[in-house]
């Protein structure tokens, strides 16, 4: 059982960069941090010890002081005690953009990536689209679709207010404010009388059971109303689907992420509501990872 301590270190006044990084891919390491050396470069970054990545291979001798090092070792503490690099760092890539994220809002993964082509694959084909994205969190979805296509409108609603505070900033960062509008409500309830052409979530999806098997990054930190759904990871899920009967226009579309086996189970509810042409995505694991289905009354 490895604590939370750093090896013993022995600093002088002044340390070499080169020791600096080994001593973070050590700890890192004995703390079961996959990539070590990567994540040691990043706290390297966050800590102000180095402006560029190549610079522990150009200039590894480079004398670090015990500010440096204190900055330095806070960081990596907090790191070994599993609390996510995108949070210590503030900011997390997608669709090759970064967004700020703080622990009010799920971390984006790669595989979410794959609900933003299918959902870019419907609106080109449709003129001039609306799209209504539940759940947004730090809002990567919504920015990426206006970021993509240039004639899209989004709607983009959260029930956190710290949440929509992370979108707003990562919506001005690129400016799509203006073709962005957010909404704080609770899953469709917001809605009355919009009818939309695209409906897109990253809803919570992970049952109770599964929560308590992931990973302490996950489970201790990251925010758990935006994961876990119900004993069976499909309430939200269920809810987007029966309520979108009445805010997609007819021939709009549903597209959700799933859990890695729940495919079978989201088509047959897209099936008991009425919804046409339910189909699948996998993402570059192999999962299916997307569900998307047409409304037609």
């Known amino acids: ?151 899209v409108r989004i709607v983009a609603s959260d029930v956190s207010k710290e949440a929509l505070s992370v979108a707003k900033e990562n919506t001005k960062r690129y400016e799509q404010n203006q073709r962005i509008s957010l909404i704080r409500g609770d899953l469709l309830s917001s809605f009355k009388n919009e009818i939309f052409d695209i409906i897109a979530s990253n809803p919570p999806y992970i049952s109770e059971a599964e929560f308590v098997t992931l990973e302490p990054d996950v489970k201790q930190f990251e925010p758990r109303a935006s994961l876990v759904a119900g004993e069976d990871g499909l309430y939200y899920i269920r809810e987007i689907i029966s309520g979108s009967k009445r805010t997609l226009k007819e021939g709009g579309w549903c597209v959700l992420e799933i859990g890695h086996a729940q495919r079978e189970r989201v088509e047959c509810l897209f099936n008991e509501y009425g919804f046409t042409e339910i189909s699948s995505a996998k993402d570059l694991n192999g999962t299916h990872r997307v569900v998307k289905a047409k409304w037609k009354k």
Not at 21 to 45: C, D, Q, T, V, W
Not at 76 to 102: D, Q
């Open 1 to 151: 059982m490895h604590t939370d301590k750093l090896l013993p270190l022995g600093i002088e006044e002044i340390m070499q960069l080169k020791e600096l990084y080994r001593l973070g891919k050590e700890n890192l390491s004995r703390h079961s941090i996959e990539a070590p050396a990567l994540e040691a470069y990043i706290l390297l970054s966050k800590s102000e010890v180095i402006k560029d990545l190549s610079e522990v291979y150009t200039y590894p001798e480079k004398e670090i002081d015990r500010d440096g090092f204190n900055k330095f070792q806070k960081l990596l503490e907090r790191r070994i005690k599993r609390e996510p690099a995108a949070y210590i760092r503030g900011e997390k890539e997608f669709y090759s953009r970064s967004f700020k994220v703080n622990a009010s809002v799920l971390i984006p993964r790669p595989e979410t990536e794959l609900l933003v082509d299918e959902t870019l694959d419907i609106a080109r084909q449709t003129p001039s689209p609306l799209i209504l994205e539940i759940g947004t969190g730090s809002g990567c979805i919504a920015v990426t679709l206006a970021c993509e296509h240039e004639n």
